[in-house]
């Protein structure tokens, strides 16, 4: 008896134990699979050492813990990916598993919710917006038609900077209008000069997108302690709200003024059916892919803020490297002359052949990746990468901006080097779809940015033309390059840059021009067209090889004088001058045009000769 009841308390010890030891065993194997990572305070982890800079401080870590590695952050654990192999293990292998996101706060107030395409879920919503997005917009049907829209917009870029030449310009400035005016033609077909409510938009726009960018990007306590996101503590998601607001009442604006007006008299305005109004036809028809007018909204601040900010960043990033590589540089305007020729524009046709400019871009993109870190992944369940355990739920960072640099991977990657984008036949290597774990600006698989196609042609289209009309010069020779860390990285500081004559052009003049007096000629400023004869040789020798800086620059206060030199101009005969008399009216008509007058009136001298 006693032994029996012995021998049932020993088998009820034995199985407390290898209960107890299972459950420890558990407990700690699980924590021994995390990725390994630095120790931090107790309830606030790692917070108080985090370098500002975080891609600064995440490559550094990278270096002690290895390519993926563990840090907690307040309640919430992150973890960091600083390799291309493992890149490609969470955003292509494994892409389904880690499609969701956990937004901060900040992302969440200006997305109404989480109601756009970079916020979202994986989900219905944000699959139907993507897919609409892509092919009403991105589709090289839609692109194709908004050719016009581009070119006026570089256009209006390219007339003021050549009135303002010799004086310094903010490079991303310009950038971030020209892209605001091509975005605002595509999505609701009024530029911001068509728009007699806009005296200020693009400066506010561009004001409040900044502030929405360093907003996202800021470190916020109720990221890190959600159960403190009610009190808002640093106020960022009543800042948010607040700027939110001030696009908000713009969309709102259009939005009315677009529903009062019928869709014919749209259609018959631009040649086609706009973004906004494909978004509103679907609101009224309550399909099953319709939207809420937050969530247009919501994907309206998404078109916005992706395209202006990344392409403006972009632009400025490539500038201040070539100015420091004047080199470079010259190769760049080399290739413009022999693709594009000295005195045409350049056109979208054109960016195809620029295969040393399509290299320079793409390296600036590997040294100077917008999106240091990706966007944050979410995994909807535990999975396993590089042999240890990512917990549901953790916050997923990819850090590109380590991997573009990796020397396993780039050869000397801290040298600003076009060539290594360049195959022996000239043609460039690498695309911007992300199927090259080495080089992924945008990400990779099923949440790569979907705006790419439309901000790689809007940002080559740019530059090429900045670069083949000017020359550019920095201010006291000033070659800064630092960055400041954000959801998008921007220069530390703003590039200013001084534009003037092209020497390429003034050189090919000189070589060319039969008269001592002509060759001396200096470019013909729009504003001095009033004050010189029209009959003056010289002057209108020097409109002949600079008709395209007329023709961008062309106003209705200078269709007299541009009419008066026509003629002169090409030598016409005296029965074609009687003929252009005849047909003033019609000239006149194509000059006073509001939209694309650049080139109706192209078209109207051609057709004169």
Known sequence: MISHIQWSWDFVLLTCSIITFAILWRKFSSKARLPPGPRGMPLLGYLPFLDPNLHHGYTKLAQRYGPIFKLKLGSKTHIVVSSSDLAKVVLREQDEIFANRDPPVAGKAISYGRQNIVWSDNNSLWRNMRKLFAYEVLSNKNLQASTTFR?????????????????????????????????????????????????????????????????????????????????????????????????????????????????????????????????????????????????????????FLGTTDTTSTMAEWTMAELLKNPSMLQKVKDELKEVVGLNNIVEESHLSNLQYLDAVVKETFRLHPPLPLLLVRC????????????????????????????????????????????????????????????????????????????????????????????????????????????????????????????STKMATENDQSSSATAAAAPRPAVNSCRKKRSGDASFIQDVRNHIDEFIHASMDEHKTCLKNTISKLFNMSKVVAEKDAAEKKGVESSLAAPSNCCFRLESTIMHQV
């Open 151 to 303: 070119q006026g917009g570089v256009s209006k870029t390219i007339k003021h900077v050549y009135e303002t030449m010799g004086t310094e310009v903010d490079i991303g400035g310009i950038a971030f209008l020209t892209s605001l005016n091509v975005v605002m033609s595509m999505v609701w077909g009024k530029s911001l000069d068509e728009d007699v409510k806009s005296t200020n938009l693009g400066v506010e726009f561009r004001e409040v997108i900044t502030k929405i960018v360093e907003l996202l990007g800021a470190v916020n306590v109720s990221d890190f302690f959600p159960v403190l996101s009610r009190f808002d503590l640093q106020g960022v998601e009543r800042e948010m709200k607040r700027q939110r607001n001030i696009l908000d009442a713009i969309f709102e604006r259009i939005i009315e003024e677009r529903i009062a007006i019928k869709l014919e008299e749209v259609v018959e305005k631009i040649g086609r059916k706009d973004f906004l109004q494909i978004l509103l036809e679907l609101k009224e028809q309550n399909a099953s892919n319709s939207f809420n007018i937050n969530q247009i909204k919501a994907l309206l601040m998404d078109i």
């Open 379 to 502: 995994p909807n369940e535990p999975c396993n990468v590089a042999g240890y355990t990512v917990p549901k739920g953790a916050n997923v960072y990819v850090n590109v901006w380590a991997i573009h640099r990796d020397p396993q991977y780039w050869d000397n990657p801290l040298e600003f080097n076009p060539n290594r984008f360049l195959s022996v036949d000239g043609t460039t290597k690498f695309d911007y779809n992300g199927y090259n774990p080495n080089f992924i600006p945008f990400g990779s698989g099923r949440r790569r940015c979907p705006g790419v196609p439309l901000g790689e042609k809007m940002l080559v289209y740019f530059l090429a033309s900045m670069l083949h009309s000017f020359d550019w010069t920095l201010p006291n020779g000033d070659h800064e390059l630092s960055d400041k860390f954000g959801i998008v990285l921007r220069k530390n500081r703003p590039l200013m840059a001084i534009p003037s004559q092209s």
